[in-house]
Nanobody
Framework: QVQLVQSGGGLVQAGDSLRLSCTAS????????TAWFRQAPGKEREFVAA???????FYADSVKGRGTISRDSAKTVVYLQLNNMGPEDTGVYYC????????????????????WGQGTQVTVSS
């Protein structure tokens, strides 16, 4: 199975930008949908953004206008750029690949994904 390896993250100041990367080791990203989720302390994992094989992108309302999900032309790396970050963006960020038709239909739900990155901590200080 393709392993998703994340990089980026760390401590940033409010108002800063950050880019996270997720590399498909041993293969390519899903031909259906790849997404980013995040989990704040004491909260459930929540959808952030997704990109389908067609290139169509989707965003949670909380990052719409501030976030950009993209991938390289070889479809081996997916990125998440977040601008104008605030303390509410603090959490562990995960990339995820969904390889079934249900993944495409329910792309904003964590249960639709069967392959996850290791997670990376992002902390935004005010």
């Amino acid at each position: 199975q393709v392993q998703l390896v994340q990089s980026g993250g760390g401590l940033v100041q409010a108002g800063d930008s950050l880019r996270l990367s997720c590399t498909a080791s041993g293969g390519r990203l899903s031909r259906v949908v790849t997404a980013w989720f995040r989990q704040a302390p004491g909260k459930e994992r929540e959808f952030v953004a997704a990109i389908k094989a067609s290139g169509r992108t989707f965003y949670a309302d909380s990052v719409k206008g501030r976030g950009t999900i993209s991938r390289d032309s070889a479809k081996t790396v997916v990125y998440l750029q977040l601008n104008n970050m605030g303390p509410e963006d603090t959490g562990v960020y995960y990339c995820a690949d969904g390889r079934t038709s249900d993944s495409g239909a329910y792309f904003s739900q964590a249960v639709a994904y069967d392959n996850w990155g290791q997670g990376t901590q992002v902390t935004v200080s005010s």
